[in-house]
């Protein structure tokens, strides 16, 4: 028996000994950041983004944040990682608590969950705008009409066309291009492609020789690019990248050829690099959507509802499904968007109540989200 | 008497069944992988007449290294029977921890070569920590490294500024900018390092150690040899290598990136297995791994070629897997033999 | 994945009810981990147990759960499936391509359909005896493939009348049906696994192959069941799934993979083979889902989620594995 005990002395004492490890391990913990837990306060401002590590969330985040500091109220923002199971369990987590006069805007992260994303909104009073996805099939007056208050994107379609057309018109209405697609699954991915497609109608000197799926990806569409160099060498005199990401990777495939700035690359977003891209030339246009402005208009929106500035009943069908206005930056404007990038306007929630449609570019068409 | 018995450990894991004809057999074996890669390249040759061209069989060698260099570290986890999942994240956190500390336009850091080594540094540590708490803590390996993926990710996702941070670095964007005879250096680290671990692994006593312990870790356990050490190493070069692929990805991309190693994992896995590397460990190598690596970019690469949409190429890739692992192992298949 | 070995000499030598006491304690770990993880969230977080929060919680875990539970069951032959989540994602996408053929019917058509994929990818890795992880990483990837391709890569509403997604999603007695589903199949899978000879065959498969190979178990047969099983449950996860979201989308479980993985290790079942259960992967379930959303309540900032999650789970793991029966661990 003293032999056994001595076993579990020993079993105990290693235990112990792994157990300081991972205590180590854990209390540096604190310092990443708890902040303090207590129920949502009253009037929170909750927002749902896709990744951390992005410019594009960084500055979603951003433009909700001033709304957020302009009402003195608390910001709470959940990452999905781009997985919507992942948004609803986190949602519910933050709903448990209960949430007073607490206003959401979220990317319910694929067309899959908006409904259910919406209808947990809806359960626990909380009045929600969504951007970027919604299924052609549903609306904010139709499904939890209450609550949904509004939907909010950029328009795709017309992404794409601004940069086919730039394209076009940089090739003098000859030559062949190829296109990078994003997860097909998502209405910016499907509208960009269907825009390219529009202004190759109207441009029938320039084919589109191949289109393949990059997912978002840099590396991804780097891979493509460099298969499309080897593959069609010079029959290739331009890429689509149906965002700026892709259209880094596209880039960057081309530099290895020492073919940057020869051939034209579009993307669509504005991000930084981009912005850059467009000023030294490796890039032809990139279409600005404003994540800052995107980030205050949906989370203030969200708010005027939770507090009753307006009420969804009485909203017209234009002011709950529409677009943001955006922009084409080529060379001649890029240094104003450089501007704007490194200065962004600081977003107030009283300036926005003034009209929260100000820069709406119109109602979303029916048959965009397809 | 530790040496000896460690030897049987390693000829019983090695060769269980010796004979000329076993000896054979196995060297045509060995050889399948390289037939599938050939045969591969002639079909994509005939659909397409242009595909064996030297600027296509450069763009397969470029987009060939870093999934080589990764697979060459998870070999060596596989052979011990054990497995590394943690790689993306690990590529993340190595990324971001280059292009912060090489000159770059989010801060004033200017590391140079010493931002390079430190990213490695870090791919270095996650090794470790793998190591460590799959041997001194006891956990396995599998759960381990899926715990460090997500902390890879966390990392970077930490570490990340406002907006992509741009390197700036003329060493870093070097690697990926100055090509020999067509190709860029990262093919050829790529090529180095691979012959550099097939060495290590085949005519050093660790890498004897390493199959001994995928072969049978209990005797070898009893022989009174450090085993964990040897598994702690596999650990350690397997991030390493990880954390030099974020090095090579960062540099070619010219930017720090949080999900610069997005779908890379499985591939590097089927491609160890694809080339011959058991996963139960104690059989295949640093070569066999890569061949699997190449023929996996030479499907990819030719059914972009022939034109197949993207949800055909993932049904295609997958069956190819499932066929050519099949075919390898179906002379094995009368034998009463243990397959998890 | 990897041979098990033969159990520790320790715990042979232990006297039996010194032994025994040990394992009882050992065994009720995971369940102690879940109750002091549950126990902390609601004392930082007062709130977290009233009706209506459990209830969202039960919904969001169930699918979860139910992917746990059906990944134990290779898990237990040593074997593993990683192709879980393709299948629950391929369920809602084939929920709407089959619903015009077999109308009120569909869910069970697909959920047979999936079992007998299950039960030939089981037989594909044990006959041909190709490693299960490649083989399922093999048919995850077709599987995402042809996913992507029946549903032309975009979300669908399902069809609005079918009966059995209507109950998965409606509630009894206040508390969500998919709960009750999680539990009606732990029970049918336990009555199989204690009176058939099914269960004792897999411990003995995950124990010890050879053995068991020589002792006459039919191992072909038996894997093919065991993945059989696991394919059933990942279809009904999809449907749970689906039942929620009223859409299918070809990329819906997304990295429920990673996660259901990390359920079967917390819930105290050796990835190795032989020792753990049908309650251990309930448990389990229950920890990961409460992991996933315990960053959330505690309050981590979003940049820190993915690292706290990761030490979380890997101290989770750390206190649930149970080494004493795994003589080397891989």
């Not at chain 3, 069970?108 to 299950?118: D, E």
Request: charged share 10%; glycine share 10%.
């Amino acid at each position: 028996m003293s032999d056994q005990s001595h076993r579990l002395l020993q079993t105990v004492r290693r235990r112990g000994l792994s157990l300081a490890a991972v205590l180590g391990l854990a209390l540096p913990l604190g310092q990443i950041g708890m902040m303090p837990a207590k129920a949502a306060p009253k009037g929170s401002l909750i927002i749902g983004i896709d990744e951390t590590a992005s410019e594009y969330w960084a500055e979603y985040t951003q433009g909700a944040q001033d709304i957020a500091n302009s009402l003195n109220a608390k910001l709470i923002v959940v990452t999905s990682n781009y997985q919507g199971s992942q948004l609803l369990a986190q949602l519910g987590a933050i709903f448990a608590t209960g949430c007073d006069q607490c206003a959401l805007a979220t990317d319910p992260s694929s067309n899959a969950f908006v409904k259910a994303v919406v209808h947990r909104s809806a359960m626990a009073e909380v009045p929600i705008v969504t951007i970027w996805n919604r299924p052609e099939t549903i609306h904010p007056w139709d499904t939890d009409p209450k609550y949904w208050v509004a939907h909010t994107s950029f328009d795709g379609v017309m992404s794409g066309y601004y940069q086919a057309q730039a394209l076009c018109k940089a090739l003098g209405g000859h030559g062949q291009i190829a296109a990078i697609e994003g997860v097909p699954s998502t209405p910016p991915a499907y509208q960009r492609i269907a825009g390219l497609k529009k202004a190759l109608a109207e441009c029938p000197g320039v084919t589109l020789l191949d289109t393949e799926v990059g997912d978002w990806q840099e590396t991804k569409a780097q891979d493509i690019a460099r298969t499309w160099i080897a593959r069609y060498g010079s029959k290739l005199n331009g890429i689509f990248a149906s965002n700026d990401a892709m259209a880094r990777g596209a880039v960057a495939a081309l530099r290895e050829k020492n073919l940057n700035g020869k051939i034209p690359v579009t993307g669509s977003d504005g991000s930084k690099v981009a912005l850059d891209m467009v000023k030294s030339g490796d890039m032809l246009v990139t279409v600005w959507n404003d994540p800052v402005l995107q980030g205050a208009v949906s989370i203030a929106i969200a708010h005027a509802a939770a507090v009753g500035d307006i009420d969804p009943a009485k909203l017209s069908h234009a002011q709950r499904d529409f677009y943001l206005k955006q922009e084409v930056v080529d060379k001649s404007n890029v240094d104003h968007f450089l501007e704007l990038k490194a200065h962004a306007p600081v977003y107030t929630y009283a300036e926005l109540k003034a009209d929260f449609w100000k820069d709406s570019a119109g109602q979303i068409p029916v048959g965009a989200n397809k | 008497m530790k040496l000896i018995s460690a030897t049987v450990a390693v000829r019983s894991a090695r060769e269980p069944d010796g004979g000329v004809a076993q000896h054979l057999r196995r060297w045509l074996q060995s050889l399948g992988p390289l037939a599938v890669l050939i045969v591969l390249l002639l079909v994509f040759e005939i659909a397409r007449h242009n595909f064996l061209t030297g600027g296509n069989l450069a763009a397969i060698a470029e987009s060939a290294a870093v999934p080589v260099i990764l697979t060459t570290g998870l070999s060596f986890v596989i052979l011990l029977g054990a497995i590394d999942l943690s790689m993306e994240g690990v590529m993340a956190a190595s990324s971001m921890t280059l292009s912060l500390l090489c000159a770059n336009d989010v801060n004033g850091n200017h590391w140079g070569v010493w931002g390079i080594a430190a990213a490695i540094g870090v791919g270095l540590a996650f090794g470790l920590v793998n190591g460590v708490l799959n041997t001194i803590l006891r956990m396995p390996s599998l759960i381990v490294t899926l715990g460090t993926w997500f902390i890879g990710l966390g990392i970077a996702s930490i570490l990340f500024p406002a907006q992509v941070p741009t390197v700036r670095d003329p060493w870093v964007l070097g690697i990926a900018a100055y090509h020999i005879a067509g190709l860029s250096l990262i093919v050829f680290v790529a090529l180095l390092l691979l012959l550099l671990f097939h060495l290590l692994l085949h005519y050093t006593h660790l890498g004897r150690m390493i199959f001994a312990v995928g072969g049978a870790e209990a005797t070898l356990v009893m022989t009174g040899l450090p085993v964990p050490l040897f598994k702690i190493a596999a650990f350690v070069i397997s991030g390493l290598l990880a954390g030099i692929a974020g090095v090579l990805l960062s540099a070619r991309l010219g930017d720090g990136n949080a999900n610069i190693g997005d779908g890379l994992l499985f591939p590097a896995v089927s491609a160890c297995v694809l080339g011959g590397t058991l996963l139960s460990g104690g059989r295949g190598g640093v070569l066999q791994s890569a061949i699997g690596a190449v023929v996996l970019e030479v499907l990819n690469n030719g059914l972009i070629q022939i034109g197949a949409g993207p949800y055909v190429r993932n049904i295609i890739s997958g069956a190819v897997i499932l066929l050519v692992v099949a075919a390898s192992g179906l002379h094995l298949r009368r034998k009463l033999r243990v397959v998890k | 994945m990897s041979q098990s070995q033969p159990a520790d000499d320790r715990t042979i030598q232990a006297k039996p009810g010194f032994a025994e006491r040990r394992a009882a304690l050992r065994r009720s770990v995971p369940l102690a981990v879940l109750i002091l993880l549950v126990g902390l969230s609601a004392i930082i977080a007062p709130g977290t147990l009233s009706p209506a929060a459990l209830n969202g919680f039960i919904s969001d875990a169930a699918p979860l759960m139910i992917l746990v539970i059906g990944s134990t069951i290779p898990i237990l032959t040593g074997s593993i499936d990683l192709s879980v989540a393709g299948i629950a994602s391929i369920t809602g996408v084939m929920l709407v391509v089959l619903a015009p053929i077999f109308g009120p019917w569909t869910c069970i058509v697909v959920i047979l359909l999936a079992i007998l994929f299950g039960a030939f990818q089981g037989w594909l890795h044990a006959w041909l005896q190709i490693p299960s992880f490649i083989t399922t990483l093999g048919t995850l990837s077709m599987l995402s493939g042809l996913s992507l391709l029946l549903s032309n890569a975009t979300a669908q509403p399902l069809p609005d009348s079918d009966p059995i997604i209507n109950l998965l999603g409606d509630t009894s007695f206040d508390i969500p049906n998919t709960g009750f589903a999680a539990l009606a199949l732990v029970a049918v899978l336990a009555v199989v696994m204690r009176y058939t000879r099914i269960g004792r065959d897999l411990f003995a498969l995950g124990a010890g192959e050879r053995a068991a190979l020589m002792s006459g178990v039919r191992t072909v047969r038996l894997r093919s069941f065991a993945f059989a099983a696991s394919a059933g449950c990942a279809a009904l996860a999809g449907l749970a799934l689906v039942s929620v979201t009223q859409f299918s989308s070809p990329t819906l479980a997304g990295n429920l993979l990673l996660l259901s993985i990390v359920g079967v290790v917390l819930g105290g079942t050796a990835i190795s083979g032989g020792v753990g259960g049908l309650w251990a992967g309930v448990i389990g379930g229950l920890i990961t889902a409460w992991l996933r959303v315990a960053t959330v309540l505690i309050g981590v900032k979003p940049t820190g989620q993915y690292i706290v999650f990761g030490i979380m789970a890997l101290i989770a793991v750390f206190l649930t594995t149970d080494r004493t029966k795994i003589g080397i661990i891989k």
